[in-house]
Structure formats: structure tokens, C-alpha cells
């Protein structure tokens, strides 16, 4: 099942914006997390009003940098957090003798110290934060963006006002050749030449992958500042230019408040493997009351994506969630003993800052 794609280090700044599901885990008084890891940036700080927190993933290089991410937690603060990945306002300067320092005071497994110094030394201690394969290819895009879109390019990250912003996207901002760009980078064939080799999504939504995408950039630069947007900023810029632009994991309130948990609370648990196997275990029965499966499950085809759901419902406590970011794919799932709350939240969607997900939020009853 391990599909070749996710057998790398995709993730290392990641690709959701995470302050949605912090803000749901509040609402919801969610305490037991089960989440997909990724590059950790999306499960961590979902920590902040939860007690504790299981993080999965097929990929052992994700989880090692889960757990360098939880080292962090345990040892910096967060200036020191924010240098070591070249967050905004550390970006702009050469932290690799400080990252140096740094990384030889964490604790850490031997395994995770291997990995982790054989790649800073490939990259001479440069940041790991756009290391991953799919930041990696974003900046790549970035070049042809800004070829493409010609000097003003990044004239949209001048506003501090949506009012104002909005009326720029919709009357000054060069439409024609942003429709262009995104005609020829948001498709199948572009993104799995450049990234996925062939385990791209089976889109199932009626919109073409130009017409996804197209709305997803106009929900976002409608109701997000596009300064605010750490995707939008390594989509134009390949990396993040302000500390306006940082996600969730680098502001200090989100940063101090996890810090504390991982501290005093239950460590995390790391489990490598796939998810629907691991969550269908008596080990994990009732244990959760909030499950993040990302964007995983519309990467499921056939039986697996029409099952899934039943396959992992005992490890959800009664009245838990599960919390799904559809990605062109809403899988066709059986439902059954789950109430569909996604209306409940539905003001948190359009502040999600990266735009492409479509969020689904089952309860068990
Ligand atoms: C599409 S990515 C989501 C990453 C995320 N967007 C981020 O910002 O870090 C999915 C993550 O889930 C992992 N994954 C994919 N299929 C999985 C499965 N069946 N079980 C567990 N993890 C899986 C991948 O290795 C990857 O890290």
C-alpha cells in the first residue's frame, strides 16, 4: 500500500494551515488527538487547548522530523525556534553557526541525530524549512510565477486592508496572465511530472483542476490578506518574507502554550504505519475524541476509500470527530454512525490561508 511518493521527506514547512483545526480542537474541548503528522507544523499545535496527542505516519522520515520538531519544543525558545528554521524575522541571515550550536544541545535518538546531521551537513547547516520535496517544488513554481506575472508580481502583498485588497484582485491584478499561470501549473499531469510521480489524486469534484484552483486562490485572497499567508508567500516568493506570513507553529502565544504541554503533559505518541490499520487496533478503542486525517483519506481508492471510515470508527470516542481536508477527491465513504457537523464551523473555512482543502467534520453518534 506504501505508495512511493510519501516514502521521502515530502513535508518540512507543510501545507495546511493549522490554526483552523486549533481553533475546532477549542470549540470542540477536544482533549485526545489521533493526527497525521506530516512534517509535524500541522499536529503540534493543536496542542495548545488539548492534552494529548498521537501522531501518525507511513513515512519514518516524517515522523523523525516530528520528533525533531517535539525536541525543539522540549529545549529552545522560541527566538531560537524561529532561527533554527530562518522563520521571518531570523530569514534574511546565514543562522548556520547558531543552527550548529543548536541542534548538537537537543536530545534526540541516535537514529534521529544520524538522519538529521547527514542532512544538515549535505546542506552546509542551511534551514530545513523548504527542504521538503513539496516546498521544494513550490519554489520552483514561484520562479515561473513571477516570470509569468512580470514586475508587479507581488504587488498584492502590499495591503494591510481586504476591502482594499479585494478591489485590487478584482480590477488591477493581471487576471489573464494569473488564469495562464494556473493553466499551466494546476494540473495532473504538471504536478505529477514535477512531484507525485504518478500517485497524484483522482480528482471526483465536477470542477476542473483550473476551475479548483482558480477558486481556491479567489477564497483566498477575498478573505485572507495575502501578506498573512505563509502559502501564498512561498507561492510567489518560494519562502516566507514577513513574520506576518508565519504559520501557526511560529507565533509565540500558539509556540509557549504547546511548550508548556509537551513539558508537563503525556509525550507524544508516534506510530508508524498506516492509519487505517493502526486506528482500527483494540489498543487505540475509544481513545480519541478528535481524529485529523488530513488529506490522507482522498488519496483512498475503491474498497478502501467506501470502508475507512468503519474501519476506524472504535477508536473515536462517542461524540468525537473526525476532522477531513478533502483535496480535489471528497471520498465516497460509508457513513454510517457519524453526523456530518461541517455546517457548524463553517465561518473557520474561508480563514484557512492555503484555500485548496474542503473541510468535512464527521461526529460519532
Ligand atoms: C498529503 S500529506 C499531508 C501533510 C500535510 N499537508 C502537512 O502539511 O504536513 C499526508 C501525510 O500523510 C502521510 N500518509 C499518507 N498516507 C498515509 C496512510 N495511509 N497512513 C498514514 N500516513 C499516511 C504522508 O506520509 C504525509 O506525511
Known amino acids: 500500500m506504501v505508495q512511493k511518493y510519501f516514502n521521502q521527506l515530502n513535508y518540512t514547512l507543510g501545507n495546511e494551515d493549522t490554526s483552523v483545526d486549533v481553533e475546532l480542537v477549542k470549540r470542540l474541548g477536544a482533549k485526545s488527538i489521533f493526527s497525521v503528522a506530516g512534517c509535524g507544523s500541522r499536529s ?27 525536541a525543539m519544543y522540549r529545549h529552545l525558545t522560541f527566538n531560537e525556534f524561529l532561527l533554527f528554521f530562518d522563520y521571518p524575522p531570523f530569514h534574511g541571515q546565514d543562522n548556520s553557526f547558531e543552527r550548529n550550536r543548536i541542534f548538537r544541545s537537543l536530545e534526540l535518538e541516535s537514529r534521529d541525530r544520524d538522519f538529521f546531521r547527514n542532512l544538515f551537513v549535505e546542506i552546509n547547516w542551511g534551514s530545513l524549512l523548504y527542504q521538503g520535496k513539496w516546498e521544494r517544488t513550490f519554489q520552483t513554481m514561484a520562479v ?71 477558486s481556491s486562490f479567489e477564497r483566498l485572497f477575498q478573505n485572507n490578506l495575502a501578506r498573512n499567508s505563509f502559502f501564498a508567500h512561498l507561492c510567489f516568493f518560494g519562502k516566507i518574507t514577513h513574520s506576518d506570513g508565519n504559520p501557526v507553529e511560529a507565533t509565540e502565544e500558539n509556540f509557549l502554550k504547546v511548550k508548556e504541554k509537551i513539558l508537563s503533559g503525556p509525550r507524544p505518541e508516534y506510530h508508524q504505519g498506516n492509519l487505517v490499520e493502526i486506528l482500527a487496533s483494540d489498543l487505540l478503542k475509544n481513545k480519541f475524541d478528535f481524529i485529523g486525517l488530513s488529506d490522507v483519506p482522498s488519496y483512498f481508492k475503491g474498497e478502501l476509500e467506501h470502508t475507512f471510515l468503519q474501519t476506524i470508527k472504535g477508536s473515536l470516542m462517542d461524540g468525537g470527530v473526525i476532522v477531513l481536508r478533502n483535496y480535489l477527491r471528497i471520498p465516497n465513504s460509508d457513513k454510517t454512525g457519524f453526523e456530518d457537523v461541517t455546517h457548524l464551523f463553517s465561518d473557520l473555512y474561508p480563514q484557512e490561508k492555503v484555500g485548496v482543502y474542503r473541510f468535512q467534520i464527521l461526529k460519532k453518534i
Open 144 to 214: 515561473a510565477l513571477r516570470g509569468i506575472l512580470g514586475k508587479n508580481y507581488n504587488k498584492i502583498f502590499n495591503f494591510y486592508n481586504i476591502e482594499e485588497q479585494r478591489e485590487y484582485f478584482d480590477h488591477e491584478f493581471n487576471k489573464v496572465r494569473w488564469n495562464a499561470l494556473l493553466f499551466l501549473l494546476g494540473n495532473k499531469s504538471v504536478f505529477n511530472a514535477l512531484l507525485y510521480k504518478g500517485d497524484f489524486i483522482e480528482k471526483n469534484v465536477e470542477e476542473s483542476h483550473f476551475e479548483y484552483y482558480q
Open 44 to 70: 503540534f499545535p493543536l496542542l495548545e487547548s488539548a492534552d494529548s496527542i498521537d501522531l501518525v505516519d507511513i513515512s519514518q522520515y516524517q515522523l523523525s522530523l516530528c520528533r525533531l520538531r517535539e
